[in-house]
């Protein structure tokens, strides 16, 4: 079955830096679209970027731009985000998810931007 | 921009649910998505291409809609469906969400 496991949050000052990982199995990972997708504490949920499967087309959501970067290795079926530059604003719980739209999706990983 | 309304929903189970999705700019009816979430959990997708349930979604779930109007109705709400409800858009470029309507148990 599909399965998509997020790690790599933790605790980061603002203007620190942090790279989340999402681990894919249970399908063709070079197949599929994969977003990175966040959710602020209490709040509702904010697409922020995704790669084709190839990783020949990126975009982003224009809070992030410039400062968070997505990629993916197709050889270890595994999606990151390089998240730089980090704001207290960027406090979230993070998933990943596949395919437009998303019809599987991690648990999440928790980031906390504080000083 | 995507625009949810009501933000709460207040109704009985058994009772049928109305929600709805606006759009600021036309959205392609392939491109419109519904997700279900409980507290503490993932988000679930429900219905794609504005009407199309996902794998394993009862039949009291339904999505309509074109353009910039789109509607997901339950048609008789049980405990489990007791949840937040977001639309989403996955057009050319940009892909957003709505902010979401609750649907409580009166």
């Known amino acids: 079955q599909v399965q998509l496991v997020e790690s790599g949050g933790g605790l980061v000052t603002p203007g620190g830096s942090l790279r989340l990982s999402c681990a894919a199995s249970g399908f063709t990972f070079k197949d599929y679209y994969m977003s990175w997708i966040r959710q602020a504490p209490g709040q509702g949920l904010e697409w922020i970027a995704y790669i084709r499967g190839s990783g020949s087309y990126i975009n982003y959501a224009d809070s992030v731009k410039g400062r968070f970067t997505i990629s993916r290795d197709n050889a270890k079926n595994t999606l990151f985000l390089q998240m730089n530059s980090l704001r207290v604003e960027d406090t979230a719980l993070y998933y990943c998810?596949?395919?437009?739209?998303?019809?599987?999706w991690g648990q999440g990983t928790l980031v906390t931007v504080s000083s | 921009v995507l625009a949810q309304s009501p933000g709460t929903l207040s109704l009985s189970p058994g009772e049928r649910a109305t929600l709805s999705c606006r759009a600021s700019q036309s959205v392609s009816s392939s491109d419109l998505a519904w997700y279900q979430q409980k507290p503490g959990q993932a988000p679930r997708l429900l219905i794609y291409?504005?009407?199309t349930r996902a794998t394993g979604i009862p039949d009291r779930f339904s999505g309509s809609g074109s353009a910039t109007d789109f509607t997901l109705t339950i048609s008789r709400l049980e405990p489990e469906d007791f949840a937040v409800y977001y639309c989403?858009?996955?057009?050319?470029?940009?892909?957003?969400f709505g902010q979401g309507t609750k649907v409580e148990i009166k």
């Open positions: 291409a504005a009407s």
């Open positions: 989403q858009q996955s057009g050319r470029t940009s892909w957003t």
């Open positions: 998810a596949r395919n437009k739209p998303f019809d599987s």
